[in-house]
């Protein structure tokens, strides 16, 4: 088992293009989480999302901001127009069940918004 | 409002020394609260959680109520203890995340 795969690691965009990230879950599970942490901040909860429902979005930045997981296929947060204040680790987790704390990491896409 | 609170960005201790990386959060339930640890070039990882009131890696670490803290403890600092470790509390659906102590380990 892979674990919880990101992609790219790394992603450089100039301000006003768009920045898609891609999270695979752990096999077998259907919970995804995404967190993005600013340069020194912790982890601010972003998403929760179910397969094809988006179940708590209060994370989320209210424009340009946006998030999916398909029945087939990865999750992915989609930042439009990025800014500078952008830039920063976004990181993925998945779990097998709902609200549970045993949120499995993937190792993060860095964002720069030249 | 819910918050988790690590007071220190850095710590620095001795190998052989004991840890005390603090804690405080505030909550107006039940919290149920964690510590989650990311090695260099590792990913974050689940440390330890309060319910199940266990020992990982010589840690281990007490809910206190009355104060609102969940410290984590070592009694005797090892060189591989060296990492980010983040003090958590669930919300619903969602972990709240204190920002960290960076643990340096030295020899």
């Known amino acids: 088992n892979a674990g919880v795969m990101q992609n790219p690691r790394h992603l450089v965009r100039r301000r006003g293009q768009e920045a898609r990230l891609r999270c695979s879950p752990m096999k077998g599970h259907s919970h995804v989480y995404w967190y993005r942490q600013l340069p020194e901040e912790g982890l601010k909860f972003m998403v929760y999302l179910q397969k094809e429902n988006i179940i708590d979005e209060s994370g989320m930045p209210k424009e340009r901001f946006s998030a999916e997981f398909p029945k087939e296929g990865p999750s992915i947060l989609r930042i439009q127009q990025v800014v500078r204040g952008d830039s920063a680790a976004y990181f993925c987790a998945s779990s097998g069940r709902d609200m549970s704390p045993e949120q499995y990491f993937g190792p993060g896409t860095r964002l720069t918004v030249t | ?107």
């Open chain 2, 1 to 107: 409002a819910q918050r988790v609170t690590q007071p220190e960005k850095l710590l620095s201790v001795f190998k052989g020394a004991p840890v005390e990386l603090k804690c405080n959060y505030s909550y107006s339930g039940s919290p149920e609260l964690f510590w989650y640890v990311q090695y260099s070039r590792q990913r974050l990882q689940l440390l330890l959680r309060h319910i199940s009131r266990e020992s990982i890696k010589g840690f281990t670490a007490d809910l206190n109520k009355g104060e609102t803290s969940f410290h984590l403890k070592k009694p005797f600092a090892q060189e591989e203890d060296s990492a980010m470790y983040y003090c958590a509390l669930t919300r619903d659906d969602k972990i709240i995340f204190g920002k960290g102590t960076r643990l340096h380990i030295l020899p």
